[in-house]
């Protein structure tokens, strides 16, 4: 049986990501928390040598495009935190969150692929990587047309109980969630699927903020369940596929970031260990090792 992986993808959008629902703490968050947890970020990747693949917004490279936007453009245009990533010592993959963080479950395919182009022309005017793509809300759509600008994995679709909860509406599928990050359940582990041209990644567990109701999560949870998940991958050979954006960690930074730390010591020393393999999205493209028939599209 082939070892257990371990994958994590990081959604990078500041403002972006809420651009249709904005709040004056959205974009103050966006302006003044962010830069701090990227930094403090890339410093924990980097001490324990664990690479993940951060999925860019590719409009935080383009100083036209936050011109257009309302608050401070450092909430919308970042590439101070681009570089810095550049920098990281961890082996980081960088690839695309969109263009301008548009929703392809809804845009037509012209739009997909405008926004699609443009975000392959900044990631070539800034030599990043473009091959691993992570779609917006966990909503895909238009699969053919990101294979043809020359993307191979993405990752849309969560596995496990939640994801069924869902299909019964929105307001299920967040209670859902919080129960499953209230309990010490274990994540389930994620397979490469084909899915034509393309290679999709599903994702195993939302590293949630703490927020709202969300600070009733206690961190002894979390990280039960972040070694359960680890322990299921490398028992089944499947992979632990963490996800979060760093405004997962705008509240309780300290006692997130100390979980994410006492993870990423864990998982280098299992990797270290030959238990499990950490990979980023887009080295399923050049090895889909265990990867699934592909499915319908």
Known sequence: MAPGKLTISIDLELAWGVWDHLTPQDLSLAALAERPICAALIDLFDRHRVPATWAVVAALLDEKSASTRQGP?????????????????AGHEIGSHSGRHIYFDTASADDARTDLEFARSVHATHGLGFRSFVFLRG???????????????????DVGWVESARRLGPRAGRIANLVDKLLPIAPRSARAEGCGELI???????????????????????RAKL??????????????????????????RDEQLATLDWFLGHAAEEAARGRIEIRTMGSYARDPSGAMPDRAT
């Open 73 to 89: 453009s450092a909430c919308w245009f970042a590439p101070d935190i681009i570089e810095r990533l550049r920098k990281n010592r």
């Open 139 to 157: 909503a895909p759509g238009h699969l053919d047309v990101v294979a043809s600008v020359g993307l191979k994995v993405f990752n849309a679709a």
């Open 200 to 222: 999709h990644i599903p994702k195993s567990m939302l590293l949630m903020g703490r927020n709202g109701p969300r600070r009733l999560i206690s961190p002894a949870v979390t």
């Open 227 to 252: 070694r359960a998940g680890l322990r299921r991958a490398g028992e089944t050979g499947g992979i632990f596929h963490l996800w979060f954006h760093p405004s997962n960690f705008y509240f309780r």
